[in-house]
């Protein structure tokens, strides 16, 4: 199992520069000068231009600046905002927010997906299947922000059963209906995932021999149909954490949660390379890492995996 992790580990360095690299490149080929827009237009003292050029790294080739970034990265320094601030600082505050909406909404999804998933798919056909089905397929259907707005306006503001807004801090009540609206969609497809491969397992020969040897109907569920069945639900949401994390741009929008997407979002609209970069790169690496968890469960619920 060590050398499995080492493996796997070594297998994500490629991919975490690859795609910091492709990253730095689209916004290092993006139309606009950072340092204008800084200005917000307005003509600058050449002397404060050049000086500000200098600082970010703006006045240098784009393999020079990618390869400075790399290396202050290895030493923690992300640069600096803008405004003068410390971007490690900057995201120090704005991570811990997003990292609790997307527990919350992973926590949210892989319960109720889970859960449901697996009823659905042990009652195939009967009326609790086909309401889940439709009800995942509706949720699908309709766009993030959609769904955000209408909870926000009928539990938020009509029933008032959550703050509509998130306050200040960012407390884990006032979480609760972004995280909804942030799982509600990949709810709906750990739900049919799971119920998919509940039924694919349930009728496995394995199965049916445990079933024959007189083992109970739950210890043949549980250790058998659902073990089996959660290997392709966890290696999605694994990845779905990542996805959490950098979609939560949509959620935290509607609901003015102070997070990586707000910050991300404002950065992009004042052309702020350096947080821009560093942002991404965090999520990035929160990507990959979330994938290697994944592996490393995968390859705990089937052995088998790590002879491949």
Wanted: glycine share 8%; charged share 15%; proline share 5%.
């Amino acid at each position: 199992m060590i050398t499995f992790t080492l493996k796997r580990f070594l297998q994500l360095l490629p991919v975490f520069i690859g795609a910091t690299l492709l990253v730095y490149f689209l916004v290092f080929a993006a139309p606009g000068d950072p340092i204008a827009a800084l200005s917000g237009g307005k003509p600058m003292n050449p002397a404060v231009e050049e000086t500000l050029r200098a600082q970010y790294n703006l006045d240098q080739p784009f393999w020079v600046q990618y390869l400075l970034y790399l290396k202050n990265l290895v030493t923690f320094d992300l640069g600096q905002t803008f405004s003068g601030q410390a971007v490690s600082d900057v995201i120090a505050r704005a991570f811990p927010v997003t990292a609790k909406l997307a527990i919350m909404a992973l926590a949210f999804e892989a319960v109720f997906g889970i859960l449901f998933g697996v009823i659905a798919g042990l009652k195939k056909g009967k009326l609790f299947d086909s309401t889940v089905l439709v009800a995942s397929l509706i949720v699908i259907a309709v766009p993030t922000f959609v769904l955000g707005f209408v909870l926000q306006f009928v539990v938020g503001v009509k029933l008032g059963w959550a703050k509509p807004t998130v306050g200040v801090g960012a407390p884990w009540s006032d979480l609760i209906l972004p995280a909804i609206v942030l799982g509600l969609v990949s709810l709906a497809y750990v739900l049919r995932l799971t119920r998919t491969s509940v039924i694919e397992n349930k009728n496995a020969d394995y199965v049916r021999t445990a079933t024959a040897k007189g083992l109970s109907r739950r210890r043949v569920i549980v250790v058998h149909v659902l073990r089996n069945s959660l290997i392709p639900v966890v290696t999605f949401l694994g990845a779905d954490l990542g996805t959490l994390m950098g979609g939560a741009i949509v959620t935290e929008g509607i609901f003015n949660v102070p997070g990586i997407g707000n910050l991300l979002y404002s950065a992009i609209n004042k052309g702020e390379t350096p947080t821009i970069v560093a942002v991404v790169s965090v999520l990035v690496l929160v990507f990959v890492l979330a994938n290697l968890v994944v592996d490393l469960l995968y390859a705990w619920l089937d052995p088998r995996i790590r002879y491949v």
